[in-house]
């Protein structure tokens, strides 16, 4: 049970940051750039291409960034969701498999829909490593909870069995 709980702590705190960043990004973009070795890099170049758009956008069009500020919250009303199987894993198990699934969904959005926005392939590439990354913390809970899920009926079934 406590691997669980820690697993899950990891999880929801790594959606919260991942929602956080996603409240300033004209900020985050410029510290980026500012500790990345400036260098004629595909990499350095996108990332100076997508600062200068935030940045632009921003300046121009203020209410686009409303969007990011959606974001961000989704990411934390999603990681708030994952306190019932923190308090108790086999009753909201669902929760996980809703992760899993979600973790899942990440690739082919990111194939899909990087080419149509322009994303280069190492950042698809980047976004799909967070499905894969976040799907192995719920796989290691969901088995974790069909082990206890397991344990429990097992034990159910003796103490039936010792009152007949």
Known sequence: ??????????????????????FAPETGLRWLLSIWPANDSALYRWIQQSYLAVKVTNEQFPSIAYGYDWLAFAHIVIAT????????????????????????????????AGPLRQIPMFWQLIDCSFGVVGIIPL??????????????????????????
Do not use: D
């Open 81 to 112: 969701v994952f306190i019932g199987p923190l308090r108790n894993p086999i009753r909201n198990v669902w929760v996980i498999q809703f992760g899993c699934i979600a973790c899942a969904m990440i690739i082919p959005l990111a194939l899909i």
């Open 139 to 164: 796989i290691i809970c969901l088995r974790k909870i069909r082990q206890l899920g397991r344990k429990g009926l097992q034990e159910r079934e003796h103490i039936t069995s010792l009152k007949k």
């Open 1 to 22: 049970m406590k691997s669980i709980r820690i697993w899950l702590l990891f999880f929801i705190i790594s959606l919260l940051i991942s929602g956080i960043t996603a």
